[in-house]
């Protein structure tokens, strides 16, 4: 007979998709766009898989790619890393994230989270044998602060991951909660594991800083983005992972035996889409603030109390006082009588501290949020 496994919780976005295909819902929940991505990148990648970019790329990932992330940080960032020894390709900042954690975390160590957080984060640190000690961020602000972190980092404490910015919350880390965060990370000589997939995607001219830049951060920093929110490109699955040498090489022992590689062409396509200039991030950025815009002021015309985002494709609305037990209660009943499917921001806390939230992806054409918010009026 087999043993009986400790079983992996089930993904939200996964519970959340099937409900929305089950009711022939809107899907504003996994947040993906409905815009197909820059048509250029996709006919590169395209081309490039039928002319014959087919077999296994180099383990580390295609030499030009890694070439265009280092000039492609050090253009938008400021950031100086040595595309050989400090930059390698993943399948997604999904596996970049899971890598990181196997290939850093021995069993027993401490790992420091931020509440919420991005839902892969607390089983991927369990299963690499993590202890999660997490920081609840609440809303509004979701800001750090000094007496949270003392009472979390310790002299077991291993690794911090931050995401930033913050999926769901919609929020960005500035320089002060950085410094904050790089302090306690210096005095405990801790390992700071950064998911910036969202570096690119920041609203009303705010600013990314990568936790990289920090004094005393640049050897302790594993940053991780992603083509997929940089070119509206989610299933493309194309990752990367920047790391001063002596943690890439340690990483990359991990990648190795997880994926080893990612498909040759996208690779292709993403290392030419790197380039492009600042008018493509300008217009995706304006276009993404557009749709935020408009489901915002309709869901405030319905009556919802939204939250402002900074970044992100996800708006947040407080069902405070809507009739429901909870956010999750909201989410079964917007999905199953009204036709539109959310994420219920309690599946981004281990212990649900956080249950009057529910989130809502932006990143869709006009007439699909026009299509959610005439559904959603019969909900207030
Ligand atoms: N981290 C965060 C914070 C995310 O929001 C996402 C996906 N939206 C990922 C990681 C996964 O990225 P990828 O699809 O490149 O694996
Ligand atoms: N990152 C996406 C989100 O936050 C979902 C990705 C996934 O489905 N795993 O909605």
Redesign the pocket.
């Known amino acids: 007979m087999n043993p009986v496994f400790a079983d992996l919780p089930t993904t939200v976005f996964e519970t959340m998709s099937r409900l929305a295909q089950a009711h022939g819902a809107v899907n504003l929940g996994q947040?993906f766009p409905d815009d197909p991505g820059p048509a250029d990148i996709r006919e590169r990648g395209a081309r490039a898989l039928v002319s014959g970019w087919n077999q296994y790329p180099p383990m580390m990932g295609l030499p030009v790619l890694r070439e265009s992330v280092a000039a492609h940080y050090a253009r938008h960032q400021g950031l100086d890393l040595d595309p050989a020894t400090e930059v390698m390709v993943t399948?997604?900042?999904?596996?970049?994230?899971a890598g990181a954690l196997l290939a850093l975390i021995e069993p027993g160590d401490e790992v420091v989270l931020f509440a919420p957080m991005?839902d892969?984060y607390l089983p991927l640190v369990r299963r690499a044998g993590g202890v999660p000690r997490i920081v609840t961020l609440r809303p509004p602000a979701f800001r750090l602060d000094e007496a949270a972190l003392a009472e979390v980092f310790t002299a077991r404490t291993k690794l911090v991951l931050l995401?930033n910015p913050l999926?769901p919350a919609a929020t960005l880390f500035g320089q002060a909660d950085l410094a904050l965060l790089a302090r306690f990370c210096r005095c405990f000589d801790v390992v700071a594991l950064c998911?910036e997939?969202?570096e690119h995607v920041i609203f009303d001219g705010g600013r990314h800083v990568p936790l990289m830049s920090l004094p005393g951060m640049r050897e302790r920093t594993v940053k991780?983005g992603?083509?997929?929110?940089i070119f509206s490109l989610?299933g493309w699955?194309?990752?990367f992972v920047m790391a001063d040498a002596r943690l890439m090489r340690v990483l990359a022992k991990a990648h190795q035996f997880l994926t080893f590689t990612t498909p040759p062409n996208l690779q292709e396509a993403v290392a030419y889409g790197l380039d492009k200039d600042d008018a493509y991030f300008e217009g995706m950025r304006a276009g993404y603030a557009r749709s935020r815009d408009r489901l915002a002021s309709g869901l405030r015309r319905l009556g919802f109390s939204v939250l402002p985002a900074q970044a992100?494709w996800f708006l947040n609305v407080d069902v405070t006082g809507l009739g429901h037990a909870d956010d999750a209660a909201f989410c079964e009943t917007l999905v199953a009588t009204h036709g539109v499917a959310a994420i219920p921001v309690s599946a981004f806390y281990a212990d649900a501290a956080v249950r009057n939230l529910v989130r809502l992806c932006f990143a869709k054409a006009d007439a699909t949020i026009d299509a959610a918010l005439e559904r959603m009026a019969g909900v207030m």
């Open positions: 947040g399948s997604g900042a999904t596996e970049a994230l991005y892969a995401n999926n998911d997939v969202w991780v992603s083509a997929g929110k989610t699955k194309v990752g992100t």
